[in-house]
């Protein structure tokens, strides 16, 4: 029998080929869930002699490549694998957990190595039980053929290349009859570029013209003829980009990206599918990502900081330090030597890790399947897949339920299915659909059960649909509700049931429904700087009449000035200075800047970071009325700030950007962001980003007047968007009316030096003082307490009349309490990182502890309370230092600390400690 996709072979002259056909109308195809085998025997006769050679399994199928895709017997199919090589030691128990993990292939480096030439073939033996459990096991495989990483140029001689097309020969031959072998790969990481990893360059469309890409490129197509010769399977160069008849690269996207933008990564290839495209390696979040090194050697990497936790709060917020125990902590191997198993440890251990890859699993991973990406081939993501004791860990378990052979899961309509809205207004058509994933041989009939019901109560809309998921397709079954009346913001779930026991699993969407708004109550003038015209629209949809801020004369009777977006420029610069705006906030006016994308507001860091997430920082604040955490990710609709899939700048073509490629604005909740200040009172009411470092949205109090900025992507979706409405009405009716008046402080000579970089505006005498800061306590501030006034007693202070003690300890971090005096604060602001002996405040004689441990305190005293706080920013180590400056900032923020009054619409004075711990690293690509 002569296999379909194999030419004829290259035979010495001592061998004789023969050939049988014939018809074979009912072979059983060999299959991914039915991995059917045949078994041949040949027997020799002649002049009464027979020899009969040793039976060979083989499969009934063809794998082809055509159409931008791959089919296994004629069917499209799309391979989802891991990287195993032989030369990384025992590999076969990796091979046996794919399945359980939901992978169907595995892109197979041995019995040679790229450097073939130079080296023998290893654990031959080895090499074909993995190919045989293959065989039987419905994987399919994808050996490394020899290629021409060595010959290069000397593959045209005629004779090297009839010597290179012989041993291709033999090893097709020994190896290419395995059922599992669909197609070969060879050139591993030959011919990489920056621009492969570009969405806007990922359809085929573009080829580097650099010559020595030019000259790899040319003596691999030579390979890759001279292959074609000896057989018809598919082929591809690993890891080479626009290469051949594929698209292939390492596509490791790191923390840079929003999430919604790496799922939309092959959006450019799916619109043109040119030629098949192919994740070679990928990771859910690679390994190295997690550490603070950006280069190689990866022994390097390893032994830098861990960043786990800093990663974590981007997606979980601060759950993700409430996490990190002191057992957590002690595998970082801070002020030592790393381990050697430390990394391995922490990717097992730390609940962050696993959440967020096993979170990446549920979303990235469906995307691309629906895109229809040809592969992706993950490298080292076993590493995560079992604990010490062999149990699968979290993020197997993601695997498994969302990378299998099917899936179900609730998308957006029509073709937006990437978008991930989920708040209406009653009464609004509510479209989603239900998107089938079927990576078998074989259609699936399925009859779907969905419901709409409000928490746990019964179900308001229902109904049922049927459906076939196409083998090998993806199937998308509309639905179409209505949003149901509500009188108040309620919580729905949209549930997807299939018939139990099939082989898609039950699905849920959690959405709201928002009751139709009300025009904001908002009381006095309003005056509006709007180069493009958005805030002044949005102030008229919600019914107020605004007046331009160049037509007033004065800011008497003014409750609010409204910049709009992009519109902080120097034009209103001079006209608040024309009008003494600083004056007039200080005087009970309250400013609002709505989105900006330029420059440093009011000396504030501004970067583009297109966050999809934002988390409460400052719970129970008006601005946040009605809102709830779930509100916060993925507003509905798309921003249209930034241009949405951008072509890639020019100068990335030979150097990675810091943040990786822009590619999208679904959802986006705040194209660009603050850095959270460390000496300015700017209170974060949301909080978001690497560490928690920045915010979109940020309070800060002149006087008895309010400056807000607020980034989040507002202007545009008032009046569509539920969430963005209710936030602009919150920001309007807050903002019109007077907010709570700044205390003055009264600081002791001693004190002012502590304070001195936090810009405080000290009282002209301390008995006036609403707040009172003092490095010692007296009798004097004792009568001030007890008659109304809060004393701040600085670090060191020493109260034993107030029954104050504390006990040294070691602290890497303390977690404020939900308190109005920590708004703003939490276990972010005080991850010190490194141990740090600190007085920890005992809880005896009325000190309340507001911090665990209690490195702040608190002890009412009739009309008035006492506050020692044990954190001193200049005793701390270097990443100390920057945690402990910001919390004493916002600390004196929330204790209502009078600032300078005038001077911070164009500060002079430093608002941030420089450091690059708070930063994330820059993106490159492993």
Known sequence: LRAADRAAPELSAQVQRL??????????????????????????????????????????????????????????????????????GNQFPRLEELKAAGLNAFEFSAPVSATWYRALPYRLGEYERFLSYADEHGLIAIPLLPDAQVLRERLFDPEVARLYRRRLDKH???????????????????????WYVAPSLNDGSHQPSDPLWRQKERYALQAERLYQEVDRRPLYHHACGNLGDSFTANIYIGPTSPLQEREEWPRRWAESRRKPLLAVEHGLMLIPYWFRYRDFPLDKVYASEPLFDEISAMYLGRSAYRQLTPELFELYDVGRAPRPTRMRTLIQRHPGYQQVKSYFASRSLRSWRTYGISATIFNAENWDFKDATGQPLPVMQAMARYFGDTDLYVAGAGDDWPSKDHAWFAGE???KQVVLLNDLSRDL????????????????????????????????????????????????????????GGPFQPESFALSVWPKPERPAVEGGVLVHDVEGRATAMLAAAGIAATPLRQAANLQGVKL????????????????????????????????????????????????????QAFIAAPGHPFLAGLTAADLVDLRGQSDLLEPYPAAPPETEK??????????????????????????????????????????????????????????????????????????????????????????????????TFLAPYGLAPAASSEAAGLVISERWSPALEAQAR?????????????PELGLSTTPQRVFIAHPEEHPLLAGLSGADLYFKEWTELPVIAPANGWQPLAAPAVLAVKPLDQGQVIACTVDPFLMGNRGQVKATRFWSLLLANLGAAREPTGWLAPTRPLYVPNPLEVIPPYMNW
Request: aromatic content about 10%; proline content about 8%.
């Open 172 to 194: 097709v031959r020994r190896f290419g009859n395995h059922a599992s072998v669909g197609l070969w790969f060879m050139h591993f990481n030959l011919a990489g570029y920056r």
């Open 787 to 799: 008659a109304g006034a809060t004393v701040l007693l600085l670090p060191g202070a020493k109260a």
């Open 655 to 752: 150097q990675f950007p810091a943040r990786f490629f822009k590619w999208g604005n679904r959802g986006v909740l705040a194209s660009y962001v603050y850095t959270k200040p460390h000496l300015a009172g700017f209170l974060p009411v949301l909080e978001c980003g690497f560490d928690l470092a920045d915010s979109p949205l940020l309070e800060g109090r002149f006087g008895r007047g309010r400056v807000t900025l607020c980034q989040v992507d507002v202007s545009a979706r008032y009046g569509q968007d539920p969430v963005a409405t209710a936030l602009a009405d919150n920001l309007l009716a807050a903002l019109s009316q007077p907010g709570p008046a700044a205390h003055a402080v009264a600081v002791s000579e001693a004190a002012s």
């Open 445 to 500: 009939p399925v009859k779907l059960t969905w419901s709409l019901a409000p928490g746990d109560g019964p179900a308001v809309q229902q109904g049922t649909c049927q459906a076939v998921a196409r083998a090998g397709e993806v199937t998308m079954v509309p639905l179409q509700l209505t949003a149901p009346t509500v009188t108040a913001r309620t919580d729905f779930t949209l549930t997807i049931t299939p018939p139990e």
């Open 429 to 431: 058509p509510l479209r």
């Open 19 to 88: 050939e049988a056909t014939f018809p074979w109308p009912e072979g059983r195809p060999w299959t991914y869930d039915q991995p059917f085998l045949y078994q041949v025997t040949a027997r020799l006769s002649a002049a009464g002699a027979s020899d009969t050679a040793p039976p060979t399994r083989f499969g009934h199928r063809t794998f082809e490549q055509r159409d931008g895709g791959f089919y296994l017997n004629g069917q499209p199919t799309h391979l989802r694998g891991h990287q195993i090589d032989l030369g990384w």
């Open 561 to 612: 000035v409204v910049v709009g977006r992009r519109s902080l420029d120097d034009a209103f610069l001079a006209q608040a200075r024309r009008l003494d705006l600083e004056a007039a906030v200080r005087d009970g006016a309250n400013l609002l800047i709505l989105e900006q994308t330029t420059g440093r507001p009011l000396g504030l860091e501004l970067k583009e970071q297109s966050t999809r």
